[in-house]
């Protein structure tokens, strides 16, 4: 939730950078960097391999067969609170909407991942943060009672600052109703594998983000339960360094591994290939 | 004693001030009985003005106020030869949750919840309700024992959050909130989670998948702390007032959302004025929502429970 400001924070600052509209520099290592380069590196730095925030839809084409993507994601958000605070959350969802040009913080759907029938979740961290509220909420439980329905895997992308505070007590039963629907999957043998980008937190990383068969995390990617600045305010010291970030979690055992956004797909496939048994998915 | 509330002065000293005439009157033999009906009246009138119309973030106030019954003093005083179970078996035993077996009405059941201290160094062993990812740990290994005895299982929630620090991150909070929220969804036995007093968010509701889910009437249950989203959306954690209507956090709103099932009285003025009333008020709701359940085979539980939870969001097809 912290988090949303400090995206807004980051990118305000990638824009008053002084290049020329066909360039862009990397926030981590300062490089010049083609444009067109970036996009087919698929948002990693061909210079350090940071890691950028990659737009949902380059990220679905990413891990989906070419042409095999159909969207069902579809819900709008309400304003069941009718909750306002420095603005009414109405006009903030209008804004988010132009913004990020989708309904809400998510988008996803059937397609084949690695020949795999599969269904497709991908949080959009551009829409509020990625906050979870209803919407987020609904999308990720019929799509695991989908998966399960059609026989199909299930791979979750979550880039999200946590619930969504505007839904209020709504947004904290979204962890429940995911995390439950995800038993939907279990009683099938389908294989659920959860890809935990910059940023995962809140309750988001404390419900269906954290119950998968197999969790991976893109390096550098900042993930964790409490945001660092409630961390830091809450026990007065300065974090250690990389404390929350991927390859922190993978010494402390709450990853698998820590993969590179362009080898994600082939460790997708390799999961999922193995599980759902079959030959004929493997092709062999 | 404790600092009253702001709120509760006037109420304080009105009472205070009919003691002392009461007490006059019948040592000194003077009849002051008109005098005190006066006084007993307009006590009566700020009374249901002040706890008729208590505001959201007064209700806060009131779920934190020391003196109103922790999951301990329930686990005392409503159910029978309570016996206390610790540790996680992996890394420690987090004092900020308890819970073990106890017997309601001769009913053979398992209790957690979260324990704040009753005093300031209690508070402090306690890590004042906040759990580490141990006490989740500990609350699960209790959930196992409801399920392979067939018992139900009955959480009580009060904390503030799960505790944000780094020994907790690096064991996974985020982890193990996770698996406890799906344990206790998993539970093939009957579930109740009750609201004692706060509320906060993920670390409450990793023990809140119950098939019903009650609060007593002063305590509150949200995705954040008024003060924290004070901070966030305002700016300043002084706003938490502002904050705390916004989230429609009381049990009133929860009961109107869908998010609990039945809301228990509290006597006027909060559960703290009068322990014993609550507690009793807490046993006539636990028994009544244990009679509910009990008709309800194992998949009938889980599905009860599926479908409770599933069906909680607000949105536009």
Known sequence: ?284 | MRVPLEFEKPILELETRIAELEKYAQESGVGLEGELSVLRERLKKLQDDTYGNLTRWQRVQLARTPGRPTTLDVLGGVFQDFFELCGDRTFSDDPAIVGGLAYLEGTPVVVCGQQKGRDTKENIQRNFGMPHPEGYRKAMRLMDLADRFRQPFIAFIDTPGAYPGISAEERGQAWVIAQSIQRMARLRVPAIAVILGEGGSGGALAIGVGNRVLILENAWYSVISPESCAAILWRDAKEAAKAAEALKLSAPDLLQLGIVDRVIPEPGGGAHRDPATTLANLKTALLETLAELKDLGPEELFEDRYRRFRGLGVYAE
């Open chain 1, 1 to 284: 939730m912290a988090l949303e400001r400090l995206f807004r924070r980051r990118r305000a600052q990638g824009e008053v950078r002084d290049v020329p509209e066909l360039w862009t520099r990397c926030p981590s290592c300062d490089a010049p960097i083609y444009k067109k380069d970036l996009e087919q590196n698929l948002y990693v730095c061909p210079k350090c391999s940071h890691h950028m925030r990659f737009p949902a839809l380059r990220r679905i084409e990413s891990l989906a067969d070419a042409g095999t993507f159909e969207q069902t994601t579809r819900l709008k958000p309400a304003d069941p609170l009718e909750f306002v605070d420095t603005e009414p959350y109405v006009k903030r969802l209008e804004r988010y909407q132009k913004e990020a040009g989708r309904p809400d913080a998510i988008v996803g759907g059937r397609c084949l991942i690695g020949e795999v029938p599969s269904v497709l979740l991908v949080m959009d961290a551009a829409f509020a943060g990625g906050s979870m509220g209803s919407v987020v909420g609904e999308e990720i439980a019929r799509g695991a009672e989908l998966a399960a329905q059609e026989n199909r895997s299930l791979v979750i992308v979550s880039a999200s600052g946590g619930a969504r505070m505007q839904e209020a007590a709504l947004s904290l039963m979204q962890m429940a109703k995911t995390t439950l629907a995800l038993d939907r999957l279990w009683a099938r043998r389908l294989p659920y594998v959860s890809i935990l980008t910059d940023p995962t937190t809140g309750g988001v990383t404390a419900s269906f983000a954290a119950i998968a068969d197999v969790i991976f995390a893109e390096p550098g990617a900042l993930i964790g339960f409490a945001g660092p600045r409630v961390i830091k305010q809450t026990i007065r010291q300065d974090l250690p360094e990389g404390f929350q970030r991927s390859e922190f979690l993978l010494k402390h055992g709450m990853v698998d591994r820590v993969v590179d956004r362009r080898k994600l797909k082939e460790a997708v496939t390799r999961v999922l290939r193995q599980f759902v048994g079959g030959a004929r998915a493997a092709g062999v």
